[in-house]
């Protein structure tokens, strides 16, 4: 009979991974080195894992080995996985990890759910993640004053604002960086006000 179907694997794996080798076609290790560029086939299996649909399809029959790209070529959520450059990299990160994981931030499953995402057309409307952080990021991480000088609209200042040498800084805070001069006049305006600022606890 066959094994009971593994359970499902937690949310930020998404998929079953299979460590076991005799799970997969005799030759499967030698077939990833070639195919992956790696220096050793079957401890990748044992160390970083083999999705389980893809083991499911090879069936352990070792003809499968060769359609194997076509297979995945016709599966979206394999569409971004360009097989010799993510296997190289994920046996670098089992190296450089000290033989604790293959998955880096990026990974054969950050591609698949890339490509599944890509798949998903609600995805196209978000916002790039830079747009949350507003100026201050974009002109904190110029280490230069002709740099920080020179972003359009005039959006950074560089000067020493906290007593820990000079450093490029926003002029409107954590506020997208403008657009047009007026805006930077605007925030200005509100930011520099001719008289003391006010105590803190009477701001709105």
Not at 6 to 18: E, G, I, K, N
Not at 35 to 52: L, R, V, Y
Not at 186 to 199: G, I, L, T
Request: glycine share 6%; aromatic share 6%; proline share 7%.
């Amino acid at each position: 009979a066959a094994a009971a179907a593994p359970a499902p694997a937690p949310d930020d794996h998404p998929m079953t991974l299979v460590y076991d080798q005799t799970e997969l076609p005799r030759g499967f290790g030698k077939a990833l080195e070639v195919a992956g560029n790696i220096t050793d086939g079957n401890g990748f299996i044992k160390n970083c894992g083999i999705p389980q649909d893809v083991v499911d399809y090879l069936d352990k029959n070792a003809t499968k080995i060769k359609t194997l790209g076509d297979w995945m070529a016709n599966h979206h959520e394999y569409h971004n996985f360009d097989v010799e450059k993510e296997l190289k990299e994920m046996e670098a990160t089992w190296e450089s990890s000290g033989h604790q994981t293959c998955h880096d931030d990026h990974s054969m499953q950050d591609s698949m759910h890339d490509s599944a995402m890509d798949a998903a057309p609600d995805h196209e409307s978000s916002p790039p993640a830079s747009a949350d952080e507003g100026c201050h990021a974009k002109c904190h991480a110029i280490k230069q004053a002709g740099a920080c000088a020179a972003v359009e609209f005039a959006a950074c200042k560089w000067e020493d604002e906290d007593g820990e040498g000079a450093a490029c800084w926003s002029n409107v805070g954590n506020d997208p960086c403008p657009t047009s001069y007026d805006h930077l006049h605007e925030h200005k305006d509100e930011e520099e006000p001719a008289e003391p600022p006010a105590k803190e606890e009477e701001e709105p």
